[in-house]
């Protein structure tokens, strides 16, 4: 195997999601056919599990082995569920400072996210289940071991797990350069999500119609963007100055 995290072949990924296996990404090759491919398929159908159809080219990239048609990456750690965690937070008397990733794709970036997350005292970060960064080797290791230390709830669609949010009075903080004012202009110490976009495309437009608030970081070089890592780790940081 490429690495731990990678199973491949139609019957071992059957097992896996039958044995409880929390499946991160799942790639299967366009026009499968035969009866245990569509045994595969009706299961991810049951357990609402998302896929992806690709090219038998990108399976022989990710693996060497005889994958017949599907390769699929196990998370190393168990997501949380998010009215759980919310209600948890709450109920500890704890101020909620949550972190929302809008379709954030690169790997290091990820880890290098959640191990900022961890060291602020993020209480839990939030991403979709299609189209966001893998739950990977790579994120493990860049994250520096934090991602065991903080819990990670995927959901279905980032918007709903937004509005369940706002209807428990945490209010949504969206990061872009389209906003009229810094953070440092929006009060941060009560409870607070604050959501990341993606690394080429930023926050999408549906998202940011859900937001409470809209800020950016002022920018004085010419270089118009930053990292969104880095930007994330400004943001969660002028959190915690506003919260000391």
Not at 71 to 100: C, M, R
Not at 196 to 210: A, F, P, R, T
């Amino acid at each position: 195997m490429k690495n731990e995290s990678q199973i491949f072949g139609i019957r071992a990924v059957i097992e896996a999601i039958n044995s409880g296996k929390t499946i991160d990404k799942l790639f299967i090759q366009k026009g499968l056919q035969g009866e245990l491919a569509k045994e595969l398929i009706n299961l991810l159908n049951k357990e609402s599990l998302s896929f992806s159809y690709v090219p038998v080219e990108k399976l022989n990239r990710l693996t060497r082995k005889n994958h017949q048609g599907v390769v699929a990456h196990i998370a190393p750690i168990e997501f949380q569920d998010l009215e759980n965690l919310v209600l948890q937070v709450i109920e500890s008397g704890k101020t909620p400072l949550f972190l929302i990733l809008d379709q954030l794709s690169d790997v290091r970036n990820f880890g290098a996210i959640i191990r900022t997350a961890e060291c602020t005292g993020v209480h839990g970060i939030i991403i979709q289940k299609k189209g966001g960064a893998p739950v990977s080797a790579d994120t493990v290791k860049t994250s520096a071991g934090a991602i065991f230390k903080i819990p990670i709830c995927k959901v279905d669609h980032i918007k709903d797990a937004m509005f369940y949010l706002q209807a428990s009075g945490v209010q949504i903080v969206a990061a872009t350069e389209k906003a009229a004012s810094p953070i440092y202009d929006i009060d941060v110490t009560t409870p607070t999500a604050i959501v990341m976009g993606s690394e080429g495309k930023g926050i999408s437009n549906s998202v940011l119609k859900i937001a409470d608030h809209m800020a950016k970081l002022p920018m004085y070089g010419e270089i118009a963007s930053l990292n969104v890592s880095v930007a994330c780790g400004v943001f969660l940081y002028e959190a915690i100055r506003q919260r000391m």
